[in-house]
């Protein structure tokens, strides 16, 4: 049996009318992953948190931290291996 349990924070910057948004977070509860989200449209606060995270370098959402990876847009097989990598899911 593989260790699912981590310390790993999974948080997801997004804004409410992205899809993919919506489509990742609807994703990880049906794997039972809990996540932090943070809108960036209705909280400047996330929208700064997020650009100093990225030093500027924002490339759109959602925008994806798990552990110490950053993952830009669903990218599925991405998201996937960050969840195995730090122990999220099972590999």
């Given amino acids: 049996m593989t260790d699912t349990t981590s310390d790993a924070t999974v ?3 997004s804004t409410p009318t992205c899809a993919f948004c919506r489509t990742e977070k609807q994703w990880l509860e049906s794997l039972g992953v809990s996540y932090v989200s ?3 449209e209705e909280d400047e606060g996330a ?3 997020l650009l100093a995270k990225l030093d ?3 490339q759109g959402v959602p925008t994806t931290f798990i552990g110490d990876e950053v993952i830009v847009g ?3 097989p991405k998201l996937q291996a960050a969840l195995a990598a730090n122990k999220l899911v099972a590999a």
């Fill in 74 to 76: 669903f990218d599925r």
């Fill in 47 to 49: 929208q700064d948190e």
């Fill in 56 to 58: 500027g370098n924002f």
């Fill in 38 to 40: 943070r809108d960036i």
């Fill in 11 to 13: 948080v997801i910057y």
